[in-house]
């Protein structure tokens, strides 16, 4: 039956090209639009560590004395490894990044200018971070303030030619640094790790060096883009001892009863931190302990703009489907007459139903058609636009297969009031006026 | 003109006709609403940065570490200034537009008690009010002995400028000359007053809460190189600034460079993209309204030929057919734009609470109205005519 239907609706269709072009334009518009602006949202709003995500957390305290309702985001150097000293979580790590002045084993060449992620050694398990040679630093390199570094493999080919470089060396400003570990190309987006003063969809790092070292070495400047004071502070180099917000700390809690004692622990921490002087308040400490997938949406990862434009384009396909409801209505009526003999030979009303909607998903196939060609104009555009997202912007399957979900779906409900209203013509009267 | 028997018509038709009446409301209410963001972002974009931007061109370099940055970085500046072309070359601590500030809240008293409104902290090496094009309102610019050393970023010079937004907002009905804020335990007085200077990034009424400050570079002032020079030749003075700059220091970063229209269009590259994508969708949005209802207008045409040609035998002119399509057309036109002003109000009441939006102006009702009324009439004007071409005699042929 649906395959006469088809034939049905395919030369109803070819009967009215003007009609029908019209129909396909609105919705191929809307869906163009539509799938354009959620494959940007999509993207900018996915999970960039699956299956971990939920066991990693952010926390935060309260430790300046500006009065505010909010703790804060950025940490203080004697909070971050306070912290870190006391371990209660299964893995954590401290996290700042600035770029620094490396250079290459090559005598005489131009230093480069690098992201460089001063980290301790829970970093690599805590957020998967794939290996192609070596490892990363021990606890031990930690405390010994040891002169290591990891790379990144882009860093690694453009230095060494792709090969193991580990034992070999590089120079961080002043300074050697021995390579321990070489990574396999590791970019997530967001850079999820380091938003505090950063764009989240920045390129990767390309060296990684233990905190602990790049606070002995602290004119290398790694201290983050957001030095945030709440005070004047004093020195601007060793910031240890400044009144200042600059380091990120991020904690894996692998069972939801850790999360809770966590959450116990940040208040403990602050009470223990009033009753030495350090954070003031009244009442309660504030905290926070926002999983990852939190943590994107509390920093706004995903830019209000792009919230707009898809409130936009859903906005715009609302109109196209308006649109594509009239004029299937137009043409549905017009074939009363038509309706009229399939009825009074016998077609049941369910059956003048599915053939109206049938015509109308085959409007639906070809404005998906149509929408596909436009949102691979649209994420185009997207692409040359100066937004720090923009080489991202591609269609991936899943939103292949909802382009077409969407744009038949689309035209299903446009179909469904013009079909019903089809399918209530009396057989009778039609053929009567005939 | 009988609105009476239209209305009866209509009435005969309330699904489709109510369908192009949501379709125009929808439209309307987007219009209006999309109209008002570009013209938001537009007007953002006209922002007067205080500076001669035509004339400017920087260079972010990764600074001087050091006893020898003031040195160093001296004689980098005139090396810089020997370049043909360049009038002026300085060193400063951000520029405007560059999403790069550095920030403070001042005391307004020595104990500290009274805290002012958070503000830029602008710094900058000998000259550098002149160099950027900043015009002074009241007072007088920097001296020499001003620009003395900083410690970790406060000037030592006790001197400063502010922009008439800063003392409007401090000192508002008196003269900010002489008057005093303390960053710090450290006490400025103002010596002179600038028209406009705004801050590494726009932050809506305190855009242009800046205090500008004298230094001479050092290891702090280092990193951010600005020349002044003739606008046809930034893009050569830029190259060569760069080559030179690294020709004297092998060891030196150049982080980013470019000129200050390239710096401005940066900031608003993001507001010119959703610019240009409201427009796109607003254009598109017409065209889909306009052929949907001049879509519904010919089979509406096609279904009354037969009625047209009884009106027309009976004395109608086609002027009369003409009419009757376009009232037609004007009355459903209307009755979606009051509809779409409610909507268009609601749909700006929801922006205004999660885009800090402000309220959509009166002025955009009557001519968001006047532009669909317009957009019907042109899209039924096709139809119509074709109706008015009925002939007569269609009424005496029996289907």
Known sequence: MFGYYLDLAWRSLKRTPILTSLMVLAIGLGIGACITTLTVLHLLSGDPIPGKSAQLFYPQVMPDTRSKTEPEIGFTYTDATNLLREHRADRQAIVVSNNIKVFGPQAGARPMSLSTVATTTDFFPMFDVPFRYGAGWTPTEDGNRARVAVISQELNDKLFGGGNSIGRNIRLDKWDFRIVGVLQHWQPQPRYYDLYGHGAFASGDSVFIPFSTSRDLADLGIEGNALDCWEQLTDQVHLENQPCLWLQYWVELDTPAKVSAYRDYLVSYSEQQKALGRFQFNGKPLTGLHDLMDWLGYLQVVPSDVRLQTWVAFGFLLVCLINTVGLLLAKFLRRSGEIGVRRALGASRRAVFAQMLTEAALVGVAGGMLGLLLALTGLWAVRRSPTDYAALAHLDLRMFLVTFALSIAASLVAGLLPAWRACQIPPALQLKSH | ?399
């Open chain 2, 1 to 399: 003109m009988e609105l009476l028997p239209i209305l009866s018509s209509l009435r005969r038709h309330k699904l489709a006709a109510g369908l192009l009446m949501l379709e125009i409301a929808v439209a309307c209410a987007i219009l209006c609403n999309a109209v008002f963001m570009i013209r938001q972002r537009l007007s953002e974009m006209q922002v007067h940065t205080g500076l001669a931007e035509s004339e400017l061109v920087w260079l972010k370099t990764d600074g001087v570490s050091g006893a020898d940055a003031t040195p160093v970085t001296e004689s980098n500046l005139a090396a810089l200034r020997g370049i043909p072309g360049v009038k002026s070359a300085v060193v400063v601590a951000s520029l405007p537009l560059s999403n790069d500030d550095m920030n403070f809240n001042p005391s307004m008293d020595a104990d500290g008690k009274h805290r002012g409104p958070n503000m830029e902290l602008m710094v900058g090496s000998p000259g550098y009010l002149h160099a950027l094009g900043i015009k002074l309102v009241e007072g007088h610019d920097f001296s020499a002995d001003d620009y003395a050393g900083v410690d970790t970023w406060l000037p030592h010079s006790p001197s400063m400028i502010v922009t008439r937004a800063v003392a409007e907002r401090l000192w508002p009905g008196q003269s900010a000359l002489g008057q005093a804020f303390w960053i710090g335990t450290k006490r400025y007085q103002v010596i002179g007053v600038v028209d406009h200077m705004v801050r590494g990034e726009l932050r809506g009424n305190a855009s242009e809460y800046t205090a500008l400050f004298a230094a001479r570079p050092s290891a702090e002032l280092s990193s951010l190189y600005v020349l002044r020079a003739d606008p046809s030749a930034l893009d050569r003075v830029l190259r060569d600034a760069a080559a030179k700059l690294a020709a004297l220091n092998p060891q030196m970063l150049i982080n980013d460079k470019g000129t200050y229209p390239g710096l401005r269009g940066n900031y608003f590259a993001s507001d010119r993209a959703m610019a240009w994508l409201l427009a796109t969708v607003c254009t598109a949005l017409l065209i889909v309204t306009a052929l949907g209802i001049g879509g519904l207008a010919s089979f509406w045409v096609a279904q009354r030929r037969r009625q047209i040609g009884i009106r027309r035998a009976i004395g109608a002119t086609r002027g009369d057919i003409l009419r009757y399509f376009q009232t037609e057309n004007f009355l459903i036109v209307s009755g979606g734009i009051g509809l779409g002003m409610v909507l268009a109000y609601t749909i700006n009441l929801a922006l205004m609470s999660h885009y800090e939006l402000p309220r959509l102006p009166l002025a955009y009702f009557p001519v968001g109205a006047l532009a669909l009324w317009l957009l019907g009439q042109l899209a039924v004007l096709g139809p119509a005519l074709r109706a008015s071409h009925v002939p007569p005699v269609v009424a005496t042929r029996s289907v």
